[in-house]
């Protein structure tokens, strides 16, 4: 038999982390955050970090691991919750990984494949072609030989159209290719993946934009300020500033586009991000869902716990 472990996912604002928090004042689990944006310190207003009120009720593990200009992988992520996951279970808690970053999800259950290592020459070689041409052209170029990969992404994905034309140019193997050779083993552990979803995708939109709204009162436009000097190598191309919500303060910050501008596009960027979150789960295998608009949502998710961890 295996271990248990809990999956509670969801979309932007469908309010995983609050539910989260709630089930571990109730049940003995222990909270790693699985959110691609959360791992960055400093990053605290924009990616709607728990604040520490919060954190000191329901700490959470993989929060705050690295610095804006650093990078941090899926594959570190899967080791990393890997090792937090074996020592919750031998302190006789379950892990209940809260977040919405669904590839991190899926490698962790499914396993990953070893991808060639980066190779700086070749990034810049595309690089000044996407200077040139612009990354919908590069886009299009990876469609005519990888067409599986550029119809998940979309684009403007610098990041994932780089590795993906990267990866062939090193190996002459399309990504996709290289997706279907799984070699790391699956998850040891007996799984209860729940998914957040909205019954009314109004409401979720109301609240993605009430959000976004009280990050500008609370000062995220002065924190995106304050990380770029204190981290001069940041860039608009760094990783972290490619989260939703930075992308488009950089924008600002930088003249491209006025103030309203860019709170009409990073409203819309969330919203864009949530749709994306929702196909992802309604794709997924042996997920049980639940209305996040629901009253009396904590009371039934605690039930279903307790009936699942018996």
Request: hydrophobic fraction near 45%; proline fraction near 6%.
């Amino acid at each position: 038999m295996h271990p248990p472990a809990i999956f509670l996912m969801g979309p932007t604002a469908s309010g995983k982390t609050g539910l989260a928090v709630e089930l571990a004042q109730r049940l003995p689990v222990e909270l790693i955050s699985v959110d691609s944006a959360l791992v960055y310190r400093g990053m605290d207003i924009g990616s709607a970090k728990p604040d520490q009120a919060t954190l000191a009720r329901a700490p959470h593990h993989l929060i705050d691991l690295i610095a804006p200009t650093a990078v941090y992988s899926a594959a570190q992520f899967r080791s990393d919750a890997l090792d937090l996951m074996r020592e919750i279970t031998a302190r006789h808690h379950v892990p209940l990984l809260v977040g919405g970053t669904m590839l991190y999800f899926n490698i962790l259950q499914h396993g990953i494949n070893v991808l060639p290592e980066a190779n700086a020459v070749v990034r810049a070689g595309i690089e000044a072609r996407a200077m040139r041409l612009g990354w919908p052209a590069l886009h299009a170029e990876l469609a005519l030989i990888d067409a599986p990969t550029a119809a998940r992404l979309q684009p403007n994905d610098a990041q994932r159209i780089e590795r993906a034309l990267e990866i062939h140019q090193i190996t002459g193997k399309p990504m996709s290719t290289w997706h279907e050779q799984e070699i790391c083993p699956g998850l040891p552990y007996r799984l209860l993946k729940i998914a957040l979803l909205p019954s009314t995708r109004a409401e979720l939109h109301q609240r993605i934009m009430d959000r976004f709204d009280a990050m500008l009162k609370a000062g995220f436009l002065d924190e995106l300020s304050r990380l770029r000097q204190l981290y001069p190598a940041l860039s608009a191309n760094s990783p972290s500033m490619r989260c939703v919500g930075y992308r488009q303060g950089w924008q600002y910050q930088e003249g491209e586009i006025d103030l309203v501008e860019f709170r009409e596009k990073g409203i819309a960027a969330t919203r864009q991000l949530a749709k994306r979150q929702m196909t992802w789960l309604r794709g997924m295998d042996d997920v049980e869902v639940y209305d996040c608009l629901e009253s009396g949502l904590l009371e039934i998710l605690e039930q279903r716990l307790r009936e699942f961890l018996g």
